[in-house]
């Protein structure tokens, strides 16, 4: 079955400190990958994506994430979180074809202390 | 650039009435994705039109439906609405050629009562 894992269903970093949000998938061709993350009462914004190459892929807001095919993972990282990153995160698979439907994560929340 | 547009930004309705949810792809794409992220069930994949058809779409029952016009502009309908349909139901948009990723819109939160 297809599916995606976030197993971190809410997570508090202090602010400066590193982030590193998981997500490991499950698909059954190729996948292609995607992180998205959504402030309340927003739509989702695109932070970064995975198709091929380089398994580090960089993002928008200083955000990165490594593909490890070995462990069906593709985890977020930030090295230093802002207040204004608190927020909830999707990572989400799909072909790199029209029409893929997007299998996405329950999501994770972030919240920053001060 | 403007990006997708969604309207209207909340929708109340009553149960057994019809809602209709509108989606301005961003300019240039052609395909246009619904999603309802309902709470407790995540985000699911509803309808995905291209080219004016709809060419996939996911686990929901036939009240669920849409249409795409010329200008790639979509609808989204619910008929015979249900308690559980209130959602915030999302519309994406992508390319029909290179990298499909998909770019989504502040979405329509829809609450039926």
Redesign the interface.
């Known amino acids: 079955a297809q599916s995606v894992t976030q197993p971190d269903i809410h997570i508090t970093v202090s602010e400066g400190a590193s982030l590193e949000l998981r997500c490991n998938y499950s698909y059954g061709a190729t996948p292609y990958l995607?992180w998205?993350v959504q402030s309340p009462?927003?739509?989702?914004?695109?932070l970064l994506?995975y198709?091929s190459g380089d398994t580090l892929v960089q993002g928008i807001k200083g955000f990165e994430a490594e593909f490890k095919r070995s462990q069906s993972s593709f985890n977020l990282r930030k090295p230093s979180v802002h207040w204004s990153d608190a927020a909830e995160y999707?990572c989400?698979v799909?072909a790199?074809?029209?029409?893929?439907?997007?299998?996405?994560?329950?999501?994770t929340t972030l919240s920053v202390s001060s | 650039e403007a990006g997708v547009t969604q309207s209207p930004t909340h929708l109340i309705k009553t149960r057994g009435q019809q809602a209709t949810l509108r989606c301005s792809p961003i300019s240039g794409h052609t395909s246009v994705y619904w999603y309802q992220q309902a709470l407790g069930l995540g985000l699911q994949f509803l309808l995905w039109y291209d080219e004016g058809e709809e060419r996939n779409r996911g686990n929901f029952p036939p009240r669920f439906s849409g249409r795409q016009f010329p200008n790639y502009s979509s609808e989204l309908n619910v008929n015979a609405l249900e308690l559980e349909d209130s959602a915030l139901y999302l519309c994406a948009s992508s390319s029909s050629g290179g990298l499909y990723e998909q770019y989504f819109g502040p979405g329509t939160r829809l609450t039926v009562t």
């Open positions: 995607f998205y009462g927003q739509g989702l914004q695109l994506k198709f999707f989400a799909g790199n074809q029209a029409g893929t439907a997007l299998i996405f994560g329950k999501g």
